[in-house]
């Protein structure tokens, strides 16, 4: 049972950091690619970055690129959501997913879709201006 966990959300100025961490158990880390999602109010839910746990190859849609950094940490089950030089665009509810399709690669179209199998509870980054 594919269980995931987000947390590290919060309040900030613009320009300001967060960490967003992703715990995930029930299944088999290393098979599943990893990707985080947002959905911010009245706004359809967006792909932010994905990575694939067992190669470490990372991709980050464009609006994000350069300011997020995706890792994670394999002997603890963790991902992890660097972000810095936050702008209150980014305001959202934050999710991880996880996504077996593709034996743990990162389909930039499945992540740019939000189509991931297995989603988590989100966690609120508030960003103001």
């Known amino acids: 049972d594919v269980q995931l966990q987000a947390s590290g959300g919060g309040f900030v100025q613009a320009g300001g950091s967060l960490r967003l961490s992703c715990e995930a158990s029930g299944f088999s880390f290393e098979e599943y690619a990893i990707g985080w999602f947002r959905q911010a109010p009245g706004k359809e839910r967006e792909g932010v970055s994905c990575i694939s746990p067992i190669t470490g190859v990372t991709y980050y849609v464009d609006s994000v690129k350069g300011r997020f950094t995706i890792s994670s940490d394999v002997a603890k089950k963790m991902v992890y959501l660097q972000m810095d030089g936050l702008k209150p665009e980014d305001t959202a509810v934050y999710y991880c997913?996880?996504?077996?399709?593709?034996?743990?690669?990162?389909?930039?179209?499945?992540?740019?879709?939000?189509?991931?199998?297995?989603w988590g509870q989100g966690t609120q980054v508030t960003v103001s201006s």
């Open positions: 997913a996880a996504d077996h399709s593709y034996r743990g690669v990162c389909i930039h179209e499945a992540v740019d879709n939000a189509d991931f199998g297995s």
